[in-house]
């Protein structure tokens, strides 16, 4: 498999998943800000979305879309408890999870990145996130992870996202719950060795 990423976007989440899974992949960096891989080619000849992720499979078809991608690789190794086998509640309640870290944190963060951006819309978005990270914060309470004591692709996601925060000034210490899920998630191999990978550990 090959994964197409830009480091620190939302393609980090896959990327946490393939080395939880312990998959064979090879990564393949985007420009955040153009169309183009590393070789200068167009990168949306693998997607024409123009956005990370993408995950190429063995026989060449192509995945999209990170809640969709991290369900994929998780089922490919069930052993791994990475997610509820389908078909379960449990599984809807990772679905439910997936669901809301992608339109409710993820496209928040959006305008606060975008140059564009009017300050109204980038105040409403904070204030929108602050009550957002607000429920997260009351889920993560008394639990390791958002799914309780197993980490699963959920919580890839979610400390994918809400370490945007930091590029935003976005104070986390308000949420002690999300500060110290946000250690716990870090502290793990597989999150140290993304990271490394994708440049973002500071020496």
Partial sequence: MKLYYSPGACSLSPHIVLREAGL??????????????????????VNPKGYVPALVLDDGQVLTEGPA????????????????PAGTLERVRLQEWLNYITSELHKTFSPLFNKQASEDWKAAARELLDRRIDFVAKALEGRSYLMGDTFTVA??????????????KIDLSRWPSV????KRVAARPAVQ???QAEGLLKD
Avoid: M
């Avoid at 064979?24 to 000849?45: A, C, I, M, N, P």
């Fill in 193 to 195: 060795a993304a990271l």
């Fill in 179 to 182: 500060t110290e899920y946000l």
């Fill in 69 to 84: 991608i991290v369900q994929y690789l998780a089922d490919r190794v069930p052993g791994k408890k990475l997610a509820p």
């Fill in 24 to 45: 064979s992949f090879d990564l393949v960096k985007k420009d955040l800000h153009s169309q183009t891989r590393e070789d200068g080619s167009d990168y949306r000849t």
């Fill in 155 to 168: 919580d890839c996601y979610l400390f994918t996202v809400l370490n945007w925060a930091g590029w935003v």
